[in-house]
């Protein structure tokens, strides 16, 4: 019998065995997994971690629990009933497919979609936390900001972050390299490496280069970056850049200045670089831009690029930063159909 189980254990599907008396008799591993429980045994509530009902089978919403259901369809019915179901938990709805055979004088329930149902769940708390690490939607006490943020898959490589130091605006806006689940954990680096304490963009890009040394990476992973200091009292904007789109300054007089400065990503390329600080003046009533490559390189159906230029026109036609996140957000969308790489901006009105 232990060999028996330490074999369910082993498996991926998740299993369950149900007497008549719709007590649960077994759980394997991937069970308790899928559904955060640690009790092998029980009621379907012990197993399932269900937060419904004070008891198992006497509440008023017992009677309509999918689980609960499904089982006594089998006891009544031939022996087998088969159902896609959803249940509440305490991370939000589960959605999977579980067939109910006899077993004897008890009832086998496998679940044949456990592993994807669980990594459906680790994405959805990954897609959480990663939506935690944004800035908030307003700016407080600080420059008036507005931002985008879409990831082209469930977890996204872009990271934008807006904050204040010794009573000046900071902007920062990092473009992590790869996609999905590893550009996720890369960018929850740069947010934890980034040091939010130093006022000189440059230093902080210098020590966020010297600490990604020490994940040894290869050289496909890197990090392009842009982060800039608004100096209010001197009308300045201090910026450094590594590897990424130059800031965009919109000067309400002049037009358009595209900031250049050419610096490599944060990477293993070159390990000892030091970035620079670079200065600009501003009038109220600019606004100041950043934005990620897959904003500019957004490919619609006949592969043309959405490029700088049409980002540069959308930002020529702003009244301010809102405007402008509106106006570029609806000019992609109407671009392209759908996006292939993340896509990050943020505006900040001067």
Not at 42 to 50: A, I, M, N, P, R
Not at 157 to 180: I, Q
Not at 289 to 315: H, K
Request: with cysteine.
């Amino acid at each position: 019998m232990n060999l028996y189980k330490e074999v369910l254990n082993s498996i991926p599907t998740a299993a369950i065995v149900v007497d008549k008396n719709m007590r649960v008799r077994y759980t394997n591993r991937a069970f308790r997994s899928c559904f955060h429980s640690v009790r092998v045994r029980g009621t379907l509530k012990d197993v399932t971690d269900c937060r419904e009902e004070e008891s198992c089978g006497g509440g008023v919403k017992c009677a309509y629990c999918p689980i609960r259901t499904l089982f006594s369809d089998a006891m009544r019915g031939d022996g087998t009933a088969f159902r896609n179901l959803i249940m509440r938990s305490a991370e939000g709805n589960l959605n999977f497919r579980i067939k109910v055979t006899p077993l004897g004088k008890f009832y086998l329930g496998v679940v044949d979609n456990a592993y994807e149902t669980e990594i459906a769940r680790e994405m959805y708390s990954a897609q959480d936390i990663q939506q935690r690490l944004l800035p908030p939607a307003n700016a407080g006490g600080g420059t008036h900001y507005s931002f985008m943020y879409i990831p082209c898959r469930e977890i996204g490589g872009d990271l934008p972050d807006v904050y204040e130091t010794d009573g000046e605006t900071m902007g920062f806006l990092a473009d992590v390299s790869g996609k999905g689940i590893s550009a996720g954990m890369l960018s929850a680096f740069v947010k934890a490496g980034w040091d939010r304490g130093e006022p000189s963009p440059a230093k902080a890009l210098t020590g966020l280069n010297a600490k990604f040394q020490e994940l040894n990476l290869d050289e496909t992973s890197y990090v392009t970056a842009v982060a800039v200091r608004i100096d209010r009292a001197r009308s300045e904007i201090r910026y450094s850049v590594a590897g990424h789109n130059a800031p965009m300054l919109l000067k309400s007089a002049l037009g358009i200045d595209e900031i250049e400065m050419n610096a490599p990503p944060v990477s293993n390329w070159i390990p000892g670089y030091t970035y620079e600080d670079r200065a600009i003046g501003y009038r109220t009533g600019d606004i100041l831009a950043l934005v990620t490559d897959g904003v500019t390189e957004c490919r619609n159906a006949a592969g043309e690029l959405f490029s700088i230029e049409r980002v540069e026109d959308v930002l020529q036609k702003s009244e301010n930063a809102e405007r402008f996140i509106e106006r570029l957000k609806a000019a992609l969308r109407e671009f392209c159909e759908t996006f292939e790489d993340d896509i990050t901006a943020i505006a900040f009105d001067l």
